[in-house]
């Protein structure tokens, strides 16, 4: 008698347990898995001393493509300008002549000016512009226009080839204005005398244009070179 009156009691009480804990809200669900990603910038690619050809210039299929062909290591490497920095040491310093003659261009007689010169420094960068990989025929007149588009940066830029006595033959320079444009021929190597006015960082802006055998234009649109002239 008393075991069902006792289980008389606790029936209630379980199904009010029950009822209780049907009420409760279940736990709030935690923090669902990180969908944070890191973005990596990679540093550009600093070239100082040895033997690149800045302005190098190939076909690819209905275009030309331009890049540095980097020969300062063991194998050539092609690079993209706009991964890259050619960097002008401080060791390029030279002084205008005295008088200036035919290098008045380059500015006042004694004025400083860093040079990277046509023919080699070991101790310099030594740039040059190529169409070595186009093959003869493969565009008309065996042709590339090579411009120049635009120049920023804290001095005069000049590009120029050492002419008949020593007499300068300039090709590009910013004492007249840009876009300014010279012929390549193909295929060609050559080396220039690459000269700025002051220290800093310096934006150029290129473009290679041609006509392919059968007519079509190509262009490589326009390829920003960054030049770091003095201390990086």
């Known amino acids: 008698m008393k075991l069902q009156r006792s289980m008389a009691l606790l029936v209630p009480l379980v199904v009010a347990g029950a009822l209780v804990a049907g009420c409760v809200p279940p736990p709030a669900p935690g923090p669902g898995p990180s969908t944070t990603t890191t973005s990596t910038t990679v540093p550009p690619h600093v070239i100082s001393i040895g033997h690149i050809d800045a302005f190098e210039v190939t076909i690819n299929a209905s275009a030309l493509k331009v890049q540095i062909e980097d020969e300062t290591g063991p194998s050539v490497v092609y690079r993209d300008p706009a991964q890259t920095v050619l960097h002008v040491k401080p060791q390029a310093q030279i002084a ?137």
């Open 96 to 232: 205008v002549p005295n008088p200036p003659g035919a290098f008045a261009f380059l500015g006042a007689a004694g004025a400083p000016v860093w040079l990277l010169p046509q023919v080699q420094n070991a101790n310099l960068l030594w740039p040059g512009a190529s169409t070595d990989r186009i093959a003869a025929g493969a565009l008309q007149s065996n042709q590339v226009n090579w411009t120049v588009q635009s120049v920023s940066g804290p001095g005069s830029f000049h590009v120029y080839q050492n002419g008949a006595f020593g007499a300068p033959q300039l090709w590009f320079s910013s004492g007249s204005g840009f876009p300014q444009t010279q012929q390549l021929s193909v295929p060609q190597h050559a080396h220039f005398n690459w000269a700025f006015g002051a220290s800093g960082t310096y934006t150029v802006v290129m473009r290679a244009n041609a006509t392919l055998a059968n007519g079509t234009p190509v262009t490589s649109g326009n390829v920003a070179y960054t030049f770091r002239v003095g201390p990086l």
